[in-house]
T-cell receptor
Framework: DQQVKQNSPSLSVQEGRISILNCDYT??????FLWYKKYPAEGPTFLIS?????DKNEDGRFTVFLNKSAKHLSLHIVPSQPGDSAVYFC??????????FGSGTQLTVLP | DTAVSQTPKYLVTQMGNDKSIKCEQN?????MYWYKQDSKKFLKIMFS???????INETVPNRFSPKSPDKAHLNLHINSLELGDSAVYFC?????????????FGPGTRLTVT
């Protein structure tokens, strides 16, 4: 039972363009959503988060959008850089406790 | 300085053996976790400890036993290893309270059971 889904296992984007990573969830109890970034042979690192009371959160080149009615969130990276190439995991939490992760999307930014 | 460290990084062992993975965090966090990343790449919570007390214990075989000697350490002991235990295991930590969802992960331990 996948409560957090990332349907695109991979995404390739040209350097300087926008990267859009998508995530869908099914559990209405989730009230906090996060994106983690993972390089090979390293653990995931926290990137950006959004509370369910907001629909947008921005941090530099990274913006997360939340559409509660559609149970959908997305991560926008503008402009994309080669160093952004990594696996991006979407995660969700009820009451800021246990995280449920998606399966990840491999982003490749082409120079 | 490494915030969350795990040892060993790689572990190859035979079925039926008992092994341990160690985790230490120097962030002063009071909550620690163990996750398993399976072949489908999902990261699934196994255990969570807060101040040396077990607060989350997902459905994992009782061959897996977490041990927390103090709040900076959470070790994972696995008895009678099986082929299906092969995976990458991540330790993580977080601070209690409103930012508890911001978990800091270790580099992972790749366990291969032959």
């Amino acid at each position: 039972d996948q409560q957090v889904k990332q349907n695109s296992p991979s995404l390739s984007v040209q350097e300087g363009r926008i990267s859009i990573l998508n995530c869908d969830y099914t559990n209405s109890m989730f009230d906090y959503f996060l994106w983690y970034k993972k390089y090979p042979a390293e653990g995931p690192t926290f990137l950006i988060s959004i509370s369910s009371i907001k629909d947008k959160n921005e941090d530099g080149r990274f913006t997360v959008f939340l559409n509660k009615s559609a149970k959908h969130l997305s991560l926008h990276i503008v402009p994309s850089q080669p160093g952004d190439s990594a696996v991006y995991f979407c995660a969700a939490s009820p009451l800021a406790r246990q995280l449920t992760f998606g399966s990840g999307t491999q982003l490749t930014v082409l120079p | 300085d490494t915030a969350v460290s795990q040892t060993p990084k790689y572990l190859v062992t035979q079925m039926g053996n008992d092994k341990s993975i160690k985790c230490e965090q120097n962030l002063g966090h009071d909550t620690m976790y163990w996750y398993k990343q399976d072949s489908k790449k999902f990261l699934k919570i196994m255990f969570s400890y807060n101040n040396k007390e077990l607060i989350i214990n997902e459905t994992v075989p009782n061959r897996f036993s977490p041990k927390s000697p103090d709040k900076a350490h959470l070790n994972l002991h696995i008895n009678s290893l099986e082929l299906g235990d092969s995976a990458v295991y991540f330790c993580a930590s977080s601070q209690a309270g409103g930012r508890s969802y911001e978990q800091y992960f270790g580099p992972g331990t790749r366990l291969t059971v032959t």
